[in-house]
């Protein structure tokens, strides 16, 4: 169990728990992101997180957390569902996952949107100070395999095209196909989802000018995760890709993780 002092430096140690791991955005030590994880996690969760979860992206039995916070089981069990309810804990069957802010908490926490309304504002404002600080820049000029661009559809049809009569050694790769990419996907769900990064925008005042229409993506067991919460919608692959068509028409850019195997989102970005 991590032992926390004091509430300055309880927020701190969940500050350094949400950084570290592989492929982590870590969270700079900032008045900012006090702000912003003291609003995103009361103390009470703060506290269960801090105690029971030793890194991000590992799930972790109901017992463990019983053992290691001291929370007697049922009351234990009904702080976890509500963070899970409200997107500050993933779920993997009957075991919970602490992800770290970015790149996941906050995409989870902004999709789902069921937090207290003024908390999750000042969440989203915190945020968009945090950018204007350079934060989450650091993926553009990192070897983090977060975003991976991919291609438009229509240019990577007509290579295909073109290379049909070529040599199979010098035809476009696979991964650089988005609907083979997708079809991957392990189960074969997906789900069309509220863009997290455009829901924190227009909470915090600055809504995107490009489009408010739902393009991101969920996969796999995130997919069935969101389909459960009745919160996005289950479509089918053809279905996926008319979607994917219409958000690069509106100028969006396909983005995810540089992975082979698919991952288990992908977004549609804007410039904004």
Not at 174 to 193: D, G, N, R, T, W
Not at 220 to 233: F, H, P, R, T, V
Request: charged share 25%; glycine share 4%; with cysteine.
């Amino acid at each position: 169990m991590i032992c926390y002092m004091n509430n300055s430096n309880l927020y701190e140690q969940l500050r350094i728990l949400l950084s570290e791991g592989e492929n982590v955005i870590g969270l700079p030590k900032h008045e900012v992101v006090d702000k912003l994880l003291r609003n995103m996690y009361t103390e009470q969760e703060a506290k269960i997180l801090v105690s029971s979860f030793e890194k991000v992206s590992t799930p972790t039995s109901i017992r463990n957390i019983v053992k290691l916070s001291g929370i007697p089981r049922e009351e234990l069990k009904q702080f976890l569902e509500d963070m899970h309810y409200k997107g500050k804990l993933f779920k993997l069957g009957p075991l919970y996952m602490l992800l770290p802010y970015l790149p996941g908490g906050f995409e989870v926490y902004f999709t789902v949107n069921r937090d207290d309304p003024e908390r999750i504002k000042k969440v989203a404002e915190a945020h968009l100070e945090l950018r204007k600080l350079g934060f989450s820049y650091e993926l553009s000029s990192s070897d983090h395999s977060i975003y991976r661009v991919f291609p438009a559809i229509k240019p990577t049809e007509k290579l295909i095209e073109v290379s049909n009569s070529m040599d199979v050694n010098y035809q476009v790769l696979p991964f650089e196909i988005l609907q083979i990419y997708l079809s991957k996907a392990v189960p074969k769900l997906y789900a069309v989802i509220p863009c997290s990064c455009r829901t924190a925008a227009k909470l915090a005042g600055k809504p995107c000018k490009r489009t408010d229409e739902n393009f991101c993506v969920a996969t796999g067991i995130l997919a069935k995760s969101i389909i459960d919460q009745e919160i996005g919608e289950e479509v089918t692959l053809d279905k996926l890709m008319e979607i994917m068509e219409k958000a690069e028409k509106q100028g969006l850019v396909h983005e995810s993780f540089n992975m082979q195997d698919t991952a288990m989102f992908v977004c549609n970005c804007c410039s904004c």
